[in-house]
């Protein structure tokens, strides 16, 4: 626990409201049972959210959800005619710039599916108990 405080407020030391932010979200993840998080529940529990700028707010879920922090892990699902799937990061990323996704059970090729897909934050593999 202690290197992973000292890298964050190491990465961000020239902005300490983003340290707070991370740090307390990490402390809540540490000490509660979540299983997902949306973006709205990071900012409410990281209590910054008025502090942080939405750009910065991207920058610091990117941060927390690179591989050499793993505080969080990005699952996403795709909503789409009232059902919803997990999509695997990958097609994700590929919906992003493409703005197109097959659906996952059907294989039909969804336009504007940037409008169907949302993220979701789940507390990363630090925080499993056989960790």
């Known amino acids: 626990m202690g290197s992973l405080v000292e890298r964050i407020r190491k990465d961000w030391q020239s902005?300490?409201?983003i340290v707070q932010a991370c740090l307390t979200l990490y402390e809540y993840l540490g000490v509660k049972e979540?299983?997902?998080l949306s973006f709205w529940d990071i900012k409410k529990i990281a209590g910054q959210a008025e502090s942080i700028a939405d750009e910065d707010w991207a920058k610091l879920l990117q941060y927390l959800t690179g591989a050499g922090i793993g505080v969080l892990?990005?699952?996403c699902y795709l909503i789409y005619d009232g059902e919803e799937y997990i999509l695997p990061n990958d097609d994700y990323l590929s919906a992003l710039s493409t703005n197109l996704i097959a659906h996952p059970a059907t294989g039909e090729e969804i336009g504007d599916a940037r409008t169907h897909i949302f993220p979701w934050y789940i507390p990363g593999q630090i925080f499993s108990k056989s960790a």
Do not use: I, L, T
Request: proline content about 11%; some cysteine.
């Open 15 to 17: 902005c300490p409201h």
């Open 34 to 36: 979540v299983d997902e």
């Open 73 to 75: 892990e990005v699952r």
